[in-house]
């Protein structure tokens, strides 16, 4: 699943997912598909993992969130959809 994310492979992401895949699972740098998603500017599968539960608060061994490393990369887009879809979880 990460290896999809990070190579923008959506329909893999999708049937991995679907499949049964953990989406917050983490490999050795502790990192997630939806960390992976953000660090490459995947934005369609950054939307598609949150959609489906991904936890975005997640952090790698460094302890960076989903949402610090597409700061840091400068992925504007991906920084207001974590954050709005964080205050929408948060209303529930």
Do not use: W
Not at 34 to 43: P, Q
């Amino acid at each position: 699943l990460l290896k999809a994310c990070e190579r923008g492979d959506l329909n893999m992401v999708k049937c991995l997912v679907e499949g049964g895949a953990d989406i917050n699972a983490q490999n050795r740098n502790e990192e997630t598909a939806l960390f992976k998603a953000c660090a490459k500017g995947k934005e369609r599968i950054v939307k598609y993992l949150v959609d489906h539960d991904a936890d975005a608060s997640v952090g790698n061994m460094y302890n960076e969130t989903p949402l610090v490393k597409a700061y840091e990369n400068g992925n504007e887009k991906i920084v207001k959809y974590l954050l709005k879809a964080d205050a929408e979880k948060n209303k529930k």
